[in-house]
């Protein structure tokens, strides 16, 4: 069973603070996805990777960066969390090479309250 | 005109009865078309997939791509209450394309 795991289901943050969110697959995926998904608005991409070290912009990457130092692990950063970053914040895995990339792999998602 | 349109519901029937959930889009070049479900405080799942046109059958569970209409359709027959979830149709051009989600419809399956 393919398993992504989120570092928090729920996270409460001051306004300016540096946040970390953290994403591990243990099913060997090349690409990892970072989506955040509010009502209303549905799922959006915020950064996306195919290889370790590497990184794509997706949709909404302004106030987000990224790393991806290990294939397992892919962490989004807030640098300085504000009020309109509350959300919940979805990680997913898929495998590249014969699959589409339709068959992604969601985390249980962590919820963030910025205050 | 959004890229892809889907009733956000919720949309409530009785349990045994036959739904329908449905997605518009507006790029004809979409090949792939997937259905994702997601239950409350979880990731969306995978639940069925299509590639271009035409039915595919998984269980009580049937998704329909007519792109001359630009129009797809989940139906699940004889629902149940663990039916109850959020579905979220969703599309891709190409393999390796990233996947553009509609804003899903919630569904409660009444017992």
């Known amino acids: 069973d393919v398993k992504v795991t989120q570092s928090s289901r729920y996270l409460v943050k001051r306004t300016g603070e540096k946040v970390f969110l953290e994403c591990v697959q243990d099913m060997d995926h090349e690409n990892m996805f970072w989506y955040r998904q509010d009502p209303g608005l549905g799922l959006r991409l915020i950064y996306f990777?195919?290889?370790?070290?590497?990184?794509e912009k997706g949709d909404i990457p302004e106030g987000y960066s990224v790393s991806r130092e290990k294939k397992e692990r892919f962490s989004l950063i807030l640098e300085s969390a504000s009020t309109n970053q509350t959300s919940m914040y979805l990680c997913?895995?898929?495998?590249?090479?014969?699959?589409?990339?339709?068959?992604?792999?969601f985390g249980p998602g962590t919820r963030l309250t910025v205050t | 005109q959004k890229e892809v349109e889907q009733d956000p519901g919720p949309l409530s029937v009785p349990e045994g009865a036959i739904v329908s959930l449905n997605c518009t889009y507006s790029n004809s070049a979409f090949q792939y078309f997937m259905w994702y479900r997601q239950y409350s405080r979880k990731g969306p799942e995978l639940l069925m997939y299509?590639?271009?046109?035409g039915n595919k059958e998984d269980g009580r569970f049937t998704a329909q791509v007519d792109k001359s209409s630009k129009y797809i359709s989940l139906f699940i027959r004889d629902s149940q209450p663990s039916d109850s979830a959020t579905y979220l149709c969703?599309?891709?051009?190409?393999?390796?394309?990233?996947?553009?989600f509609g804003k899903g419809t919630r569904l409660h399956i009444l017992p």
């Open positions: 299509t590639y271009s046109s």
């Open positions: 969703a599309m891709i051009l190409n393999r390796d394309d990233k996947i553009i």
């Open positions: 997913a895995s898929s495998p590249l090479g014969q699959n589409p990339t339709y068959e992604q792999y």
């Open positions: 990777s195919y290889d370790v070290k590497m990184k």
